[in-house]
């Protein structure tokens, strides 16, 4: 066991150019300023670009690399790379391996194909990749397939922003800035810098490759368009931390060591609630290193699962009437001396900026709760997000009883006692001593204090996390600021930040809701506490262009109004092409390979029908049996006609928003028809007719 421990910690971070391997590389000089660039105290001296460039080529090289790519995060959320060899022929026929400072700090792919929301004309198409040194270098595949890869932002000409990464970037340096704000007006003095955290839980699925290899639904749009419930489904809540499965525990110790060497710290495992279902969760970091982790995880997944003859789901809701997957992202800020700005302190100061912090948030999700969930709207998670699973789609906050306690205390004039705990320390203010670990486990809230983070639990599993998080910084971040514009010019700051904890306990206590989210009651709790409820993904990214978000992103430079439009474009874009996708495979499915299924089914039975009458028998339960399939195939069929009638309609749609809302409300119905007909005709068609593989073989055999 111990080799086997001592080998991990040797392949931890192997295949990554990180602070260890700069520090041996790296002159003394070049590495001090690449350290401060890190930082972000000054921009990448040129000079010392061209020394990098070549340490990291050289250690590249010795990893068995032949070219280097900027990897970036277009708006698809996905990442795209190209790759570049680092030969450079010389005038003698051969050739020197070289990678220069301009080359690490500057792409330019040709990137017209990349969703920009019309930020950039074709004739304009080129656009910039720029390293990102907060982020490490690092170099993934195998044989002559290795490669070194920057991660990098991706911008246009006119320096608008193209990628996940830069509006991330940019909310990052706001947070940072108003809390330095709030914290040296609260009297911090020693700390430079804040950061936000994140630890993304990924859940997915995994089934059998040869089942995903007979549903083209799987292959072509991630999820079941078709199936019928399976007679178990997850109702025994057997599988949730159950033993794992040999087949999936080689697997997952196959995705460790890959995650490892990429110095990925994935940590937990374990059985999720649905059959087939599992999570991956690593210890947490920095949000921007956190977030391209995240897609490397999502890569290597789906690329060790092949090699194991499974197929990985992503998908938000790959099986109709069992869980789906989400991506619980837990998020806080520390400060770079080390302190959890959402961790409950013991003394009253560290209270006053635990509360400061903890009032921002619960004003920025308040007031920004439409926008919040207008960044987890996509298609899958449509199937998620208010439908009696996983969270709602009604944004609220989980507190936990004792501080829900002090909040309302506060907010009817000051906390006097804590809930558990007795008296309350009163010190330089009249802020409780809070004691640690008091918050239950609440798995049912969207928005939940975990302890001492926050856990937004709405992301989908396909998406990037960069898009909630850069959203969730920058709303905190413009609380944060209206807070240390009232502290700078206070007094007495106590005084004054006592009242700004007492006036946002007192305006947005309607956000806190600590009970069960499924409930229906909660559903009309809500309404009257005037809480905004967007099931339609559509209505939700509908929002994004409120006036109060396009101050918001361009007061705190991290969005411009064109750029953020864009987005909300693509958003919309995405939501129809996802849609007409998956309605167009439905059609090919239903009408060639379920109704000649039912065809077949039908004729085998009329004929034994006609056979068996013939012979003098009444046969009445066969011609039951052949009216049944008949009934429902002509049900199939009808919807099938009506869904192309409604993706017609959609589709000669123009109008962006529009033609988005005609796939919500005109194309998805249509679908839900032919699958309920489908459906009903897979359980009377005899199995060996029937042409999909089954919800019970892909969810119950391995
Ligand atoms: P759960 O009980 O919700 O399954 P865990 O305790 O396993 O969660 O932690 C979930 C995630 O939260 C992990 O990725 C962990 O690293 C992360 N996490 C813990 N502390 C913080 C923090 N301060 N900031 C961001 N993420 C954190
Ligand atoms: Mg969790």
């Avoid at 709405?458 to 998080?469: E, F, I, L, N």
């Avoid at 017609?648 to 962006?656: P, Q, S, Y």
């Amino acid at each position: 066991m111990d080799n086997c421990n001592e080998s991990v910690a040797d392949i931890f971070g192997s295949n990554v150019f990180n602070d260890t391997i700069m520090r041996q590389r790296l002159p003394k000089e070049v590495y001090r300023s690449l350290k401060k660039t890190i930082l972000g105290y000054q921009q990448l001296d040129p000079a010392a670009a061209d020394v990098i460039a070549n340490a990291m080529k050289d250690w590249a090289i010795e990893k068995g690399a032949t070219h280097f790519c900027h990897w970036f995060q277009p708006m698809t959320g996905l990442t795209a790379e190209k790759h570049d060899a680092f030969i450079s022929p010389t005038s003698d026929g051969k050739t020197m391996l070289e990678f220069s400072g301009k080359e690490l700090i500057k792409g330019e792919p040709d990137a017209s194909s990349f969703p920009s929301g019309g930020l950039r004309a074709t004739f304009e198409a080129r656009g910039y990749t720029a390293w990102d040194c907060t982020s490490p270098v690092f170099v993934k595949g195998k044989g002559s397939n290795t490669i070194l890869y920057i991660p990098s932002a991706f911008c246009s000409y006119t320096g608008d922003a193209l990628d996940k990464k830069t509006p991330l970037l940019r909310s990052m340096d706001a947070l940072n800035k108003q809390t330095m704000r709030v914290l040296r007006a609260l009297g911090n003095k020693q700390s430079k810098h804040v950061a936000a955290t994140l630890g993304p839980e990924q859940e997915y699925f995994l089934i059998d490759r040869s089942f995903f290899l007979e549903r083209p639904d799987l292959i072509l749009t991630g999820r079941t368009l078709f199936g019928a419930s399976s007679p178990r489904g997850q109702e025994m809540e057997d599988h949730y931390f159950g033993a794992l499965h040999e087949r999936v525990a080689s697997f997952m110790n196959e995705v460790n060591m890959e995650l490892w060497k990429l110095g990925v710290a994935a940590k937990t495992q374990h059985n999720e609630v649905a059959p087939s279902q599992y999570e991956l969760a690593p210890v947490f970091t920095t949000v921007n290193v956190a977030t391209d982790h995240n897609q490397l995880t999502m890569e290597i997944l789906q690329k060790v699962a092949l090699q194991n003859d499974f197929v990985c789901l992503l998908h938000e809701k790959p099986f109709a009437g069992v869980n789906g997957s989400g991506k619980h992202n837990n998020w806080s800020m520390v400060t770079d001396d080390g302190f959890n700005l959402l961790e409950p302190g013991n003394t009253p100061h560290d209270n006053m900026v635990f509360l400061v912090v903890l009032s921002a948030v619960i004003r920025a999700v308040d007031k920004y709760a439409k926008l919040l969930r207008a960044t987890v709207a996509n298609a899958g998670n449509e199937h998620r997000l208010g439908a009696n699973e996983a969270p709602p789609a009604i944004v609220s906050i989980f507190l936990g009883e004792q501080l829900t306690d002090i909040i309302e205390q506060l907010a009817a004039g000051g906390a006097k006692k804590s809930k558990q705990g007795g008296e309350l320390k009163l010190g330089v203010s009249t802020l409780p001593t809070l004691p640690r670990d008091t918050t239950d486990r609440n798995r049912t809230s969207p928005f939940a204090f975990t302890g001492n983070k926050f856990e937004f639990r709405m992301v989908g599993s396909s998406q990037s996390t960069a898009g909630p998080m850069f959203v969730l910084n920058t709303i905190v971040a413009d609380v944060l600021c209206e807070i240390a514009d009232e502290l700078e010019k206070a007094k007495t700051v106590e005084t004054a930040a006592q009242k700004i904890i007492q006036k946002i306990a007192n305006e947005h206590h309607r956000i806190i809701y600590n009970g069960d989210n499924y409930v229906p009651e909660w559903i009309e709790e809500a309404e009257k506490r005037g809480l905004p409820n967007m099931r339609s993904s559509v209505e939700a990214i509908g929002s994004i262009m409120d006036k109060q978000n396009v101050e918001l992103f361009s007061k705190h430079k991290v969005l411009s109004k064109t750029e953020l439009h864009a987005r909300m474009d693509i958003l919309f874009e995405t939501y129809a092409k996802s849609i007409n996708i998956e309605a167009l495979t439905m059609l090919n499915i239903a009408k060639r390979q379920i109704l000649p299924a039912a065809a077949e089914f039908s004729g085998s039975l009329g004929a034994g029908v006609s056979s068996i009458t013939s012979a003098g028998s009444a046969c009445v339960s066969q011609k039951k049996m052949l009216d049944e399939v008949c009934g429902l195939t002509d049900s199939l069929y009808r919807s099938i006609e009506s869904l192309e009638a409604a993706v017609d309609k959609a589709a000669a749609v123009k109008d962006v928003p529009k033609h988005a809302a005609a796939y919500h409300d005109i194309v998805r119905p249509a679908m839900q028809k032919v699958r309920e007909a489908a459906d009903n005709l897979e359980k009377i068609v005899e199995a060996d007719i029937w042409p999909l593989p089954t919800y019970a073989e892909m969810l119950f055999i391995k």
